[in-house]
């Protein structure tokens, strides 16, 4: 390599007298004039660098770009593959700092004056150069990617395995590493002990007393989620037109870079639609950190990925093969590349409105200073597909436009829902990221927040998914939440006296009834549906002796008012949205139980055998898939023209 010439500390601006970067780059053809122009407009409405804006509409390659602009500064260019930096120099504690400044420290010449690659030259990086390594350094160029590959290759084996063993090493309590404590397995052993004992001693007694615990518990449940839905509605479109207007008085070049992690497995099928919708959203594009997070063995959407030819706000990160391959290590993985300030998780196949970056600014900037997290509303493109998308439709409705904003009225921990949440990214770093133990992590992580003492948001914009289509598929992917959901009320009821005391007893008695509530029902729905079918076809012989008349007219207040209520709030749910032809469709509700008992009898199998497996949720089965796919590459096309 060509010896670099020494740099002072405020390189990164050319003399007066030499061509802008735009005029070098539409000289070499690499850009059309009408590219320079629009960059330049954007460039100072983004307030961000030329070079980022070409980068990230995608109008020259990176290689291109960054060689082109060391001979523009008057700098060696670097190809950091063929000639990687001396390890010795490099610090893993440092990795984070490397990424947010794009820099990384390369070589030592013989007379001891450090050489640093950059790929964001400038007063910014030679200023944090001079404050790290002082005023002795030279700088040379290399690309975005070579940095990003660089630190990945260097840091893989110390990256891979904080992102699985962070969390249980750092506060083990907090972690699903271990399942169950000794003092939850006495505590358990005891309580069916002194159930065996009362069934033995007392029979009648004891079921009396466990129905009428039931009975109190269904009633409170039932009480509970009228509560979070009364308190939701509560000026809820008037808080959503003050955020609507606060989003879009936002200006561009005000806004922070948001980094925007895609957990992908197997799903090559939906990445057009996925970049598509990340492309319509109304934000910076050269303020959007967009990694692919694909596991290393996953060649097919590895290749596919690579041959989409993405802009440069794409990066492709390349998770390393460890034991559990969960979402969440995934994204534990990821979290150590990102240079935002805040930090979303999307799915493959998620259409975010356009506008929702900027309301989550706007929220974070008009919340407390406590606030870590807001969660976006979730629901589904292909509502009308089928019964089951259908009833899928209706479960999300009710979950997100009125129980979650209820919680977070009412000041009870928030399960956050697995996508679409929106971090404050050193917060995340803080609390050591996902369980990757716990497959349903950002229900986990919500809860875990709160203990910490931070608050989550939940705005009024939306995410569009595709609702599972088929039964089976539907069950493999619902058994996994409620699954998660059994770990995390375990982890978070390990200590409950500081859950106690960190959220409130209505926060606690919340999470009991919103967490453990959800598993109990599933659990606990088909004995009672069996106890009421043997009851009805023994026309109420020798049932009375368990179900004395007190008790009895608990168990039918429950029974007919309870699930009305249930069928009521699942009617009122999709009228928030004005789907007026879902209604009917909370008159079945009973059979999608069913199927909701089906999961937790299989998620709770699982828990005892399988506690880590992720058992994957085949998506693209939708008929309306093949017509997003469509829209997404006819868009491609267009924007390649």
Same mark, same amino acid.
């Given at each position: 390599m060509t010896k670099p010439e020494r740099l002072s500390l405020s390189a990164g601006t050319p003399a007066a007298n030499a061509p802008r970067l735009g005029d070098v780059l539409l000289e070499r053809g690499l850009i059309t004039p009408a590219q320079q122009a629009r960059a330049l407009d954007l460039s100072r409405s983004w307030r961000v660098r030329f070079g980022e804006v070409v980068i990230a509409m995608g109008w020259t390659k990176s290689l291109d770009l960054f060689r082109t602009l060391a001979a523009h500064l008057g700098a060696p260019f670097v190809d950091l593959l063929a000639e990687p930096p001396d390890a010795a120099l490099l610090h893993a504690e440092d990795a984070p700092q490397y990424m947010a400044q794009l820099l990384i420290p390369w070589r030592k010449r013989a007379d001891g004056v450090l050489?640093?690659?950059?790929?964001?030259?400038?007063?910014?990086?030679?200023?944090?150069?001079?404050?790290? &390594?002082?005023?002795?350094?030279?700088?040379?160029?290399t690309?975005?990617?070579?940095?990003? &590959? $660089?630190?990945?290759?260097?840091?893989? /084996?110390?990256q891979s395995h904080d992102a699985v063993h962070s969390l249980s090493e750092r506060d083990p309590l907090m972690s699903a590493k271990q399942i169950i404590t000794p003092e939850q397995l006495i505590f358990i052993y005891a309580l069916l002990s002194l159930l065996a004992l009362g069934l033995i001693v007392s029979p009648v007694a004891t079921l009396i007393a466990a129905n009428t615990i039931m009975g109190l518990w269904y009633l409170g449940n039932f009480i509970f989620k009228g509560l979070l839905v009364w308190h939701s509605e509560q000026a809820q479109d008037a808080e959503g037109d003050q955020l609507s207007r606060a989003a879009q008085a936002l200006r561009d070049e005000d806004l922070p870079v948001v980094t925007v992690l895609v957990p992908m497995f197997r799903e090559p099928e939906v990445l057009?639609?996925?970049? +598509?919708?990340?492309?319509?959203?109304?934000?910076?594009?050269?303020?959007?950190?967009?990694?692919?997070?694909?596991?290393?063995?996953?060649?097919?959407?590895?290749?596919?990925?690579?041959?989409?030819?993405?802009?440069?706000?794409?990066?492709?990160?390349?998770?390393?093969?460890? +034991?559990?391959?969960?979402?969440?290590?995934?994204?534990?993985?990821?979290? /150590?590349?990102?240079?935002?300030e805040y930090l979303v998780i999307y799915d493959a196949e998620d259409k975010p409105e356009p506008d929702q970056l900027r309301k989550v600014v706007a929220a974070f900037q008009r919340s407390p200073a406590n606030t870590a997290c807001i969660q976006c509303r979730l629901?589904?493109?292909?509502? +009308?597909?089928? &019964?089951?998308?259908?009833?899928?439709?209706?479960?999300?409705?009710?979950?997100?436009?009125?129980?979650?904003?209820g919680l977070e009225r009412l000041k009870v921990p928030i399960p956050?829902?697995? $996508?679409?949440? +929106?971090? /404050?990214?050193?917060?995340?770093?803080?609390?050591?990221? &996902?369980?990757?133990?716990?497959?349903?992590?950002?229900?986990?992580?919500?809860? /875990?927040?709160?203990q910490k003492g931070y608050r989550v948001g939940v705005i009024d914009s939306t995410t569009y998914e595709e609702a599972n289509v088929a039964i089976g598929n539907w069950i493999r992917q619902r058994s996994r939440w409620i699954k998660g959901y059994m770990v995390t009320f375990l982890v978070h009821t390990r200590r409950p006296i500081h859950l106690v005391r960190a959220t409130g007893i209505g926060g606690a008695l919340g999470f009991t009834f919103f967490v453990g509530g959800t598993v109990l029902s599933a659990l606990l729905n088909p004995l009672y549906w069996l106890m009421l079918l043997l009851w009805t076809l023994s026309h109420a012989s020798g049932f009375e002796r368990f179900f004395p008349p007190l008790l009895?007219?608990?168990?039918?207040?429950?029974?007919?008012?309870?699930?009305?209520?249930?069928?009521?709030?699942?009617?009122?749910?999709p009228l928030r949205r004005r789907w007026v032809d879902l209604v009917p469709y909370s008159l079945s509700i009973f059979a999608y139980w069913g199927l909701m008992s089906v999961a937790a009898y299989k998620a709770l199998w699982q828990l005892v055998y399988k506690p880590f497996y992720w058992e994957k949720t085949q998506h693209g089965l939708s008929t309306h898939t093949a017509a997003e796919l469509a829209k997404a590459k006819a868009a491609m096309q267009e924007g390649n023209q």
């Open positions: 050489i640093v690659a950059t790929a964001a030259p400038g007063e910014e990086t030679t200023a944090f150069i001079a404050r790290k &390594w002082g005023l002795d350094v030279e700088i040379v160029i690309s975005k990617f070579d940095i990003i &590959w $660089t630190i990945q290759r260097s840091f893989d /084996r110390i057009p639609i996925l970049t +598509h919708a990340l492309r319509n959203l109304q934000y910076p594009r050269s303020k959007l950190d967009i990694k692919l997070v694909l596991e290393a063995g996953d060649h097919e959407t590895i290749q596919a990925a690579q041959a989409l030819g993405l802009e440069g706000i794409f990066e492709i990160l390349r998770v390393p093969p460890s +034991h559990p391959q969960t979402k969440p290590k995934a994204c534990n993985y990821a979290m /150590r590349f990102a240079r935002g629901n589904y493109y292909n509502a +009308h597909e089928n &019964w089951l998308t259908r009833m899928f439709t209706l479960d999300y409705s009710l979950l997100f436009d009125l129980l979650l904003p956050l829902g697995g $996508t679409s949440n +929106h971090f /404050r990214l050193d917060v995340l770093r803080e609390l050591n990221g &996902w369980d990757p133990f716990n497959v349903t992590e950002d229900a986990d992580l919500g809860i /875990r927040l709160t009895g007219y608990l168990s039918l207040f429950n029974l007919l008012a309870g699930n009305g209520a249930f069928v009521y709030l699942s009617m009122l749910a």
